[in-house]
């Protein structure tokens, strides 16, 4: 059996242009490397947290209550450890820590444990093994960085409340917690024995109070679920266990695989782009071969077949390279991405993904080669006789099949790729956009050259301009590649400096660096009294009253939650606790956008009978379907309030404030069971730590949180979130390169014969030098300023519309950005012309009539 | 084979402008014949040679090829009978770069196997043999850069005739060689053509290739100023 015609051809004919079309490879190999990482660590990541379900909790259930579990609650636990399930409780509230040694203070996240959690998984500590030992007596396991910040080492003494607890130990890993605690928190378990020692407990400061339970088999918890279901609902009793712990991991982690997954899928895109420029250079070489075969009698679908076949083989080549190269990527992922991660992750190949990996890497390369190579077919046999021969006369069906097909494979693999339908659909429209933007404005950039083109300018500046819009141009070629680069990278840097800029502390004198809470009634005025003795502001003093809501619109909220026709869209807001506050006067972080703020004069004067004013947040409302004029019922500390909503506000959460959900008019709340949140300026880092240990010492349950570090902390995360993106995005801005190169290619044949034949008439090289500058460094002004606009473009609608935030260009850096494009395209576009200054005109002309 | 050309006109149209490059064509070519087709630059020589090979569509008139009204065709069906009765020989070679010179002689034997289902035998043998004939036996691995103009053209030649074509179309075979590269070209084209008992219709500047033709009709302008029987056949 002989084999068909095509493949014999195409093998043969292949063997030159595997070189030529490595180009190809590459840009299909980034983009697929990028997608097979990705995805195969994302199932790697669920395979883990589905085996390691139960370390993610430590426990087969958790509950969890704000307040002490009331009587009947406690009863239920009482009954279930009474039958021998192993029960622990773990009461966790922040507070400040003292050194002993060195007298500095921080806020803690204090945990008490008693019983045998963790069941499941276990509490590293370094040295090992130290989480056994730390229940028999005084002793405390503390995040590294609270050493670092306190300045102390193992075997040092601190303080919380009016206990003193010897370090013994520091955490390495707590299963279910991210990696970012070690390295930011400030966690702190101490043995629940001791707790009552700390004397916190009594002054009223904010504690979760939680329960854990390992049981023998499902049936049993499956079973104490159903019987106490309601109970827990009534008594605010939060549960999780296991398995929803392990849902609520895996839709998270999914969810930020799959955003990662969309940027990498940009690079598989870009990559298709670079496999279509490619594919046009190499048939622009083949042509007069095609010629020839179709002259001597081949077919126009054996051509057509040789060709595709080419395209074919050398895509599953380049897509089996991304996928080799996807796998080295993978087994760095995990190094990558740890800050976010709550387990180990074990690396192990997904065969499924590679295989996915490989065939859509090689369709991409198809579908995006079949463009170009549709010109095969256009080939008319005369060109054999007439190299000049026009045969330009497009196949227009087919084109516009061939774009539908690209347009349906970027839609399936954005819904593929995205989260869920609407971001993937939202991805591809962006693309879509984008990529339409992008190529009108270099059509309407060539159009408006052709127009005003400078006609006195200099010969060099003449011919380098007019090559924008002359025919076999590269504006459009070199806009998408360069453009679709320099947007990725603008839309991220702008995000990121946007996002990082909210959380930058304003210098100026009244913004706070300091916030003291938990201030009960009776220590309020000797806070004060201690921050303004040391010449300190009192920036604001505000009352914080805890409360949660009891009906709405007069529904009772037990009644909403249990309405399983019309269930109410977020249960989060009916069930949490508010810490509500009550002034007669917006905050600087604040802005009425619905209704009336009450005003200084009314505030409390209005008749005793007139229900009470509230302020609610803008968010909340819409939570809640609530607007102006509904009714809230309140229940703070056992007493039911019933208010109005008076107005709606807008609230600046990014500003490090004391921002409430919920405000009071005042007169109603002055009297209920209060704690205090004062603010202070302190600019030197000393001081501030000097009032804070003041403080400690005098008040244990005061804490305090030093805004600077809480500053420090959200750069850190958001520093690690960027450099994640930052790491997907390298695949697209490499494969922009790629396509940068290979666009610029398509054109350079028709350089290189322009550029001879001016050599042969007796330019000097410095004058092509000089044409060429002008002409790439035009099309980086316009490819990178078209990029950075459409990319601000994009970050601002990101911060404006996704994260509700003020936006701001960082008008400097996007020019330094701008400058750099147009430098390397000039770079590229020069070196990649080398060989054009390089050869004699004779040598040129030569290869040329081959 | 015999080629009948009737009432043929080609107009290309430039910037809007009609150019009337054919004019009025009535050829026949009897089977066997020879036949130069010579004329100034620009009198539409290159352009008759591709109608009467089916490589392009006349705005007028008809061609007639082996009983085959090219007209009523379509491109690939005209393909199909280029692969099976046609050879060409180019001013420019055009071997395939990619391509061995045996390799080179070997596509049109190929592509005529697979259109035709039908093998003229080994077809490798068949087309060593004629590299061996045009002097070639020892350069059947070489690519088309690693030989000379000549030689080249001398592959072209095996190419030509590797399918065992009924009619050869040559567009100045020696336009590109020095005269005596040429004259040798010249005499391998005429020793094959009498060999295989080919239809030969050749386009040429060459007044040296001309008169080895039995007839030269002489174009001017896109018509036919003469036609002479220079030999009797």
Redesign the interface.
């Known amino acids: 059996m002989r084999k068909p015609y095509a493949i014999t051809m195409a093998r043969r004919e292949g063997r030159s242009s595997r070189r030529r079309l490595g180009l190809y490879m590459g840009s299909i190999s980034l983009g697929v490397a990028a997608v097979v990482s990705i995805n195969s660590f994302r199932a790697n990541m669920t395979d883990a947290i589905h085996g390691e379900s139960r370390a993610l909790l430590g426990a087969d259930l958790e509950l969890r209550s704000l307040r002490p579990f009331p009587s009947t609650v406690q009863g239920v636990i009482d009954s279930i450890e009474a039958q021998g399930t192993p029960t622990s409780y773990v009461t966790t509230f922040a507070s400040m820590a003292l050194a002993k040694k060195t007298g500095k203070t921080r806020l803690v996240d204090v945990r008490a444990v008693t019983g045998g959690y963790p069941y499941y998984g276990s509490i590293e500590t370094v040295p090992p093994g130290q989480w056994q030992t730390i229940q028999s007596s005084r002793l405390a396991l503390v995040d590294p960085s609270v050493l670092v910040q306190l300045d102390v080492a193992v075997g040092d003494t601190l303080s919380i409340g009016t206990a003193a607890f010897v370090i013994h130990g520091v955490l390495s890993k707590v299963p279910g917690e991210l990696a970012f605690f070690a390295a930011l928190g400030g966690r702190v378990y101490i043995p629940g024995a001791y707790l009552g020692e700390t004397g916190l407990l009594e002054t009223g400061i904010r504690t979760v109070h939680r329960a854990f339970f390992a049981f023998e088999n499902d049936e049993t918890l499956d079973e104490l679920m159903g019987q106490h279901e309601t109970l827990l609902q009534d008594n605010q009793v939060r549960h999780d266990t296991a398995t929803e712990r392990e849902q609520d991991f895996v839709q998270a982690l999914d969810l930020m695989a799959r955003f990662l997954g969309l940027v990498g899928l940009i690079a598989l895109l870009l990559g298709g782009i670079g496999v279509a420029s490619a594919v046009h250079v190499f048939v622009k070489h083949r042509l007069p071969t095609i010629a020839v075969l179709r002259c001597i009698g081949a077919p126009q679908s054996t051509v057509f077949s040789i060709y595709l076949l080419q395209a074919g083989l050398l895509g599953t080549l380049g897509a089996a390279v991304g996928v080799a190269l996807g796998v080295v990527v993978q087994l760095n992922l995990p190094r990558i991405l740890q800050d976010f991660l709550p387990l180990d992750v074990p690396v192990s190949i997904e065969w499924i993904t590679l295989l996915t990996g490989l065939l859509i890497g090689t369709w991409v390369a198809l579908i995006f080669a079949v463009l170009p190579l549709l010109e095969v077919r256009e080939v008319a046999p005369l060109r054999a006789l007439r190299r000049e021969f026009d045969d330009s006369q497009r196949t227009g069906v087919k084109r516009y099949w061939a774009h539908a097909a690209i347009l349906a494979t970027m839609i399936s693999l954005s819904l593929w790729q995205a989260p869920n339908w609407t971001t993937g659909a939202a991805f591809a429209a962006a693309l879509a956009v984008t990529t339409a933007l992008l190529w009108l404005i270099a059509w309407v950039a060539m159009r408006i050259t052709r127009r005003l083109f400078p006609r006195r300018a200099p010969y060099a500046v003449r011919q380098g301009i007019a090559n924008l819009y002359r025919p076999h141009n590269q504006t459009v070629a070199v806009t998408l590649a360069v453009g679709f680069g320099v947007f990725l990278i603008t839309t991220l840097y702008v995000s990121q400096r946007n996002l990082l800029s909210q959380v930058e502390l304003d210098s100026s004198p009244d913004r706070p660096t300091l916030l003291l809470f938990d201030i009960q009634r009776d220590q309020k005025d000797s806070v004060e009294q201690i921050v303004s003795s040391l010449g300190f502001p009192l920036l604001g003093t505000t009352a914080v009253v805890p409360a949660r809501i009891s009906r709405v619109r007069g529904r009772p909220v037990a009644q909403m939650l249990n309405d399983t026709i019309n269930p109410p869209p977020n249960r989060w807001p009916l069930t949490r606790e508010y810490r509500n506050t009550y002034r007669d006067s917006l905050a600087g972080s604040e802005k009425v956008v619905a209704g009336e703020w009450w005003s200084r004069g009314e505030a409390g004067r209005r008749p005793e009978t007139a229900v009470p004013l509230i302020s609610i947040e803008e968010d909340l409302a819409r939570q809640l379907v609530v607007s102006i004029g509904d009714h809230v019922t309140w229940d703070v500390q056992g007493i039911l309030i019933d208010t109005e909503i008076a107005n709606i506000r807008q609230v600046d959460w990014a500003r490090f404030e004391a921002n409430f959900f919920v405000v009071f008019e005042p007169g109603v709340l002055d009297e209920a069971p209060q704690t205090f949140v004062i603010t202070t300026r302190v600019a030197d880092a000393v001081a501030r730590a000097e009032l804070q240990r003041d403080l400690v010492l005098a008040f244990p349950n005061v804490a305090a949180i030093d805004l600077t570090s809480v500053q420090e902390t959200v750069e850190a995360v958001l520093d690690s979130v960027a450099f994640a993106i930052r790491f997907m995005a390298f695949f697209s801005i490499a494969s922009g390169m790629i396509v940068l190169v290979g666009a610029l290619a398509t054109s350079r044949y028709h350089r290189i014969r322009e550029s001879v034949l001016l050599r042969t008439i007796g330019a000097r090289k410095g004058l092509i030098r000089r044409i060429l500058i002008t002409e790439y460094t035009s099309l980086g002004v316009l490819a990178g300023l078209t990029g950075v606009a459409l990319g601000s473009v994009a970050g601002w609608a990101a911060i404006t519309y996704m994260f509700r935030l003020q936006f701001d260009a960082p008008q400097s850096s996007l020019l330094v950005l701008w400058l750099a494009v147009v430098l390397v395209t000039a770079v590229i576009g020069l070196l990649n012309s080398r060989d054009v200054l390089g050869k004699t005109p004779l040598a040129v002309i030569r290869e040329m009539s081959d | 084979m015999m080629i009948i050309a009737a009432g043929l006109e080609q107009t290309y149209s430039s910037l809007g402008r009609a150019l009337r490059v054919l004019d009025d064509i009535n050829l026949t070519v009897e089977p066997q014949g020879f036949v130069a087709v010579v004329g100034p630059s620009g009198s539409g020589k290159?352009t008759l040679?591709?109608l009467l090979?089916g490589?392009?569509q006349p705005t007028a008139g008809s061609v007639e090829l082996d009983g085959h009204h090219l007209g009523l065709l379509t491109?690939?069906e005209r393909?199909?009978?280029?692969?099976?009765k046609?050879?060409?020989v180019?001013q420019?070679f055009?071997?395939?770069?990619?391509?061995t010179a045996l390799?080179n002689v070997l596509?049109?034997v190929?592509?005529?196997?697979?259109?035709t289902r039908r093998s003229v035998g080994n077809e490798e043998q068949r087309a060593r043999d004629l590299l061996a004939r045009v002097g070639l036996a020892d350069r059947t691995h070489h690519y088309?850069?690693q030989l000379s103009a000549g030689e080249q053209q001398r592959v072209a030649l095996a190419?030509a005739f590797a399918n065992e074509p009924k009619v050869l179309f040559a567009?100045e075979p020696t336009g590109n060689l020095d005269s005596e590269t040429g004259r040798t070209v010249i005499d391998l084209l005429v020793q094959l053509n009498s060999e295989e008992r080919t239809t030969l219709v050749l386009v040429t500047h060459d007044n040296e290739l001309a008169g080895r033709a039995r007839r030269v009709v002489r174009l001017s302008g896109g018509k036919i100023v003469s036609d002479q029987i220079t030999r009797p056949g």
Do not use: C, H, K, S
């Not at chain 2, 055009?94 to 391509?99: A, D, H, N, S, Y």
């Open positions: 290159t040679l591709g090979a490589l392009d491109e690939d393909a199909r009978i280029r692969a099976e046609v050879g060409f180019f420019n055009q071997l395939i770069p990619t391509l390799e596509v049109p190929e592509l005529r196997r697979v259109l088309p850069a190419r567009d």
